[in-house]
């Protein structure tokens, strides 16, 4: 059981993180070129047109005090209004539409990763030095080495070109209206199919995520099933597994029953670690897949100079990986209580 | 203990005061406006506080883990959380001393 002082100490630090996040955001931003006064203002506008824009969205203030009401803002989960992108549209709103389409790209990457890579690790560590193994390691390096930019469009080329088996873009048939309840489609489209509309739907929305899914678990499986594999190579080395067989345990259940848990532990750092790789991965798996997703509209917003939607964006990108990695401390502490200590 | 931190983190923050200011002059040289000086000294700052501040947070969540890590592969470098952690408070210290700097700078050279 994860202790109360250990959970809220863990709860307590994510504030300096994300304090250091904003801080270093907002930093880069006004250190980077362009002025989104002039890019609102249009190209035809008056210096006094752009004096307006200027003055209308505080940037004549001093930097402190922008500063200041940046911070403000963000306590009071007030992340402003886009300036170009989406104009007079709050972030928090954009973020809400979008980022479900993102996060379930990445939550399934994640998961295919998990799937795989675990059972891959396990079977390449306990058949070490066999064709298993070789082909397993290879594999996993194959998938570490290969670019998403690559393997996405070789896979639509596969899959939905020369085979016809699955759509090359979108996250659903343009035949099927779903109604929206929680963003990601996958999940509203089963909600819908068990409210009586029909399970089509369902089966198109997965059909449509299995690739970039695919493209997007594969670099995380490479990168789970290497770690597993290095990890329980070392832990079916330990006294205690010997001890255990040497009492009579089978071999299959002295690795899953003694081994498995303890060979689980810096799996878990590289899958909490590896949330931001997927998040960043997403971005651009979207882009390959014509996905509307966070990703353009982030990539949009940098170009054009769109503070507060630039701002709002990886701030909650990095809410969410730092929440992801406080999850993994506290499924440490859970798995072997000394860390806590 | 509590001595040692405050003049670790006072130290840093009376170095960037100065380099705040001081850097405000040169910039204003360089920039030839006081408004764009100031900002730019000012973005410098929270530059160097916040990666110091996320530094920081982050050595207390993670270094130990890695400077166990260091030891379990034997390659300890010598390497420390609490090093580390001091490391981190002193540029971030540093970062915000740039700030304060700069921003009082500013207002007493009469750039707002």
């Keep these: ?341 | 203990m509590f001595e040692s931190r405050l003049r670790l983190v006072g130290s840093a923050l009376a170095v960037g005061l100065v380099v705040g200011a001081g850097g405000l002059v040169f910039a204003i040289l360089a920039l030839g406006s006081v408004r764009d000086a100031s900002e730019t000294m000012f973005v410098l700052g929270a530059l160097a506080f916040g990666f110091g501040l996320l530094g920081w947070s982050g050595s207390i969540l993670a270094a130990n883990s890695v400077e166990a890590m260091q030891e379990h592969l034997d390659a300890a470098s010598g390497w420390t959380e609490q090093n580390s952690r001091r490391a981190m408070a002193r540029i971030g210290s540093f970062g915000f001393g740039v700030m304060v700097g700069s921003a009082v700078a500013t207002v007493a050279l009469g750039g707002v």
Excluded at chain 1, 68 to 96: A, C, E, H, Q
Excluded at chain 1, 241 to 268: C, D, L, S, W, Y
């Design chain 1, 1 to 341: 059981m994860v202790s109360k002082r250990f959970f809220l100490k863990r709860l307590l630090l994510l504030v300096p993180v994300l304090f250091g996040v904003a801080t270093l955001v907002f930093a880069i931003l006004h250190l980077s070129p362009g002025d989104p006064a002039k890019v609102i203002a249009g190209q035809r506008a008056t210096a006094e047109q752009v004096a307006a824009v200027r003055t209308e969205l505080g940037l004549n203030d001093p930097i402190w005090v922008q500063y200041g009401r940046y911070l403000f803002d963000i306590v009071t989960l007030n992340l402003g209004d886009s300036y170009i992108v989406r104009k007079g549209v709050p972030v928090l709103t954009i973020l809400r539409a979008r980022l479900p389409v993102t996060l379930e790209l990445a939550l399934y990457g994640q998961l295919l990763g998990i799937l795989f890579g675990i059972p891959l690790g396990v079977l390449s560590a306990v058949k070490q030095d066999t064709i298993t193994d070789h082909l397993t390691r290879v594999g996993a390096l194959t998938g570490i080495s290969v670019p998403i930019y690559w393997s996405g469009p070789l896979l639509i080329l596969l899959f939905a070109q020369f085979l016809g088996l699955l759509p090359a873009s979108g996250r659903i048939a343009s035949a099927y209206d779903v109604p929206v309840y929680t963003g990601l489609i996958t999940l509203d489209s089963l909600v819908y199919a068990l409210s009586g509309g029909g399970f089509g739907a369902f089966q198109s929305a997965i059909s449509h995520m299995l690739l970039p899914a695919a493209v997007i678990g594969v670099y995380s499986m490479a990168l789970i099933s290497r770690m597993m594999r290095s990890s329980m190579l070392e832990v079916v080395r330990q006294d205690y597994m010997r001890t255990a067989r040497a009492k009579g345990q089978g071999a299959k259940i002295t690795i899953m029953k003694h081994g498995f848990r303890n060979a689980t532990i810096p799996v878990i750092t590289v899958i909490g670690i590896q949330f931001g790789t997927l998040l960043g991965g997403a971005v651009l798996t979207e882009t390959v897949f014509g996905i509307g997703g966070i990703g353009t509209l982030l990539v949009n917003a940098i170009e054009v100079g769109d503070y507060p939607l630039v701002q709002g964006t990886v701030l909650v990108f990095a809410f969410l990986f730092t929440l992801v990695n406080l999850g993994v401390d506290l499924t440490y502490s859970y798995l072997d209580p000394r860390i806590e200590q």
